[in-house]
């Protein structure tokens, strides 16, 4: 089973920007399609974006897309999240998880093998 460790958080100021990472180690990374999901204090976790084995394929939710970009880098077993134009509700622990199937799967939650711990992002304003 693959272990995630997400890294890169921190505290911005709203129309700032933050570059999170989450190195994987113990899997065939490059089978994996990875996801990233947020939680807020008191919210429920939500999809943030996805990305395809190859990278080619990216899925965002509304709230991020155009602002947010997922990237990938198979050699060193690695996934990045550049989020730009940061906005105070984007304050959240940050997760990174590894899952089977396609990458506009992100809905079943039966498809996710492993998650990380989570890095905290606290945008102020």
């Known amino acids: 089973q693959v272990q995630l460790v997400e890294s890169g958080g921190g505290l911005v100021q709203a129309g700032g920007s933050l570059r999170l990472s989450c190195a994987t180690s113990?899997?065939?990374?490059?089978?994996?399609?990875m996801d990233w999901f947020r939680q807020a204090p008191g919210k429920e976790r939500e999809f943030v974006a996805a990305?395809?084995?190859?990278?080619?394929?990216?899925y965002y939710a509304d709230s991020v897309k155009g602002r947010f970009a997922v990237s990938r880098d198979n050699a060193k077993s690695t996934v990045y999240l550049q989020m730009d134009s940061l906005k105070p509700e984007d304050t959240a622990v940050y997760y990174c998880?590894?899952?089977?199937?396609?990458?506009?799967?992100?809905?079943?939650?039966?498809?996710?093998?492993?998650w990380g711990q989570g890095t905290q992002v606290t945008v102020s304003s």
């Open positions: 990305i395809s084995t190859s990278g080619v394929i990216t």
């Open positions: 113990g899997g065939s990374f490059s089978r994996y399609v």
């Open positions: 998880a590894a899952r089977r199937g396609l990458a506009r799967d992100y809905s079943k939650t039966n498809l996710y093998d492993s």
